[in-house]
T-cell receptor, first 113, second 114 residues
Framework: DAKTTQPNSMESNEEEPVHLPCNHS???????IHWYRQLPSQGPEYVIH???SNVNNRMASLAIAEDRKSSTLILHRATLRDAAVYYC??????????????FGKGTHLIIQP | NAGVTQTPKFQVLKTGQSMTLQCAQD?????MSWYRQDPGMGLRLIHY???????DQGEVPNGYNVSRSTTEDFPLRLLSAAPSQTSVYFC?????????????FGSGTRLTVV
């Protein structure tokens, strides 16, 4: 399976934008890029996913590099509630998706008031 | 909407005891799965199901059993609990196992085996 690389931790200030990077240099042409986050003592929460084009939803935006070797999750205006571990995950289509999500260690996002 | 409901939230077992962790979803999702999360580690897949009557093993299936008799429910059974099974367990569901659908996770069951 293609792997992802994320910084261990990042710090940002409340009400400012946050850019969370993810490198996936061995991504295959049919891998989707998924982002999840896990708030303290909770289960993971789906954030967003994309294939080639940039994506927006009510929670965040996903910017995908033209060569797809990297992506950036953008939180437009961070709040204290956004403090969580953020996981960048590639979905391997060759397994039909039934092999689930492969979680790495993610990025621990700290939001300062 | 309740989403994915897991019970119990906390459980302490003695070594050798058996128990069932319950998972139910009300979103008519075909795909359901169980993960465990150990301290400082990412989630690891235990078992999954792509529909009622169909189950398969994930990355760490030993010591666990599952069944899927209905679309809504996907219980996880610990046959003979061991201290190595101390972990937080998460159930997740998705409309489909296809890679372009997001998963909905439950809030977890924190299990301690003494």
């Amino acid at each position: 399976d293609a792997k992802t690389t994320q910084p261990n931790s990042m710090e940002s200030n409340e009400e400012e934008p946050v850019h969370l990077p993810c490198n996936h240099s061995t991504i295959s042409g049919t891998d989707y890029i998924h982002w999840y986050r896990q708030l303290p003592s909770q289960g993971p929460e789906y954030v967003i996913h994309g294939l080639t084009s940039n994506v927006n939803n009510r929670m965040a935006s996903l910017a995908i590099a033209e060569d797809r070797k990297s992506s950036t999750l953008i939180l437009h205006r961070a709040t204290l509630r956004d403090a969580a571990v953020y996981y960048c995950i590639l979905r391997d289509r060759s397994g039909g998706g039934a092999d689930g999500l492969t979680f790495g260690k993610g990025t621990h996002l700290i939001i300062q008031p | 909407n309740a989403g994915v409901t897991q019970t119990p939230k906390f459980q302490v077992l003695k070594t050798g005891q058996s128990m069932t962790l319950q998972c139910a979803q009300d979103m008519n999702h075909e795909y359901m799965s169980w993960y465990r999360q150990d301290p400082g580690m990412g989630l690891r897949l235990i078992h999954y199901s792509v529909g009622a009557g169909i189950t398969d093993q994930g990355e760490v299936p030993n010591g666990y059993n599952v069944s899927r008799s209905t679309t809504e429910d996907f219980p996880l059974r610990l046959l003979s609990a061991a201290p190595s099974q101390t972990s937080v367990y998460f159930c997740a569901s998705s409309y489909s196992s296809a890679d372009n659908y997001g998963y909905t996770f439950g809030s977890g069951t924190r299990l301690t085996v003494v």
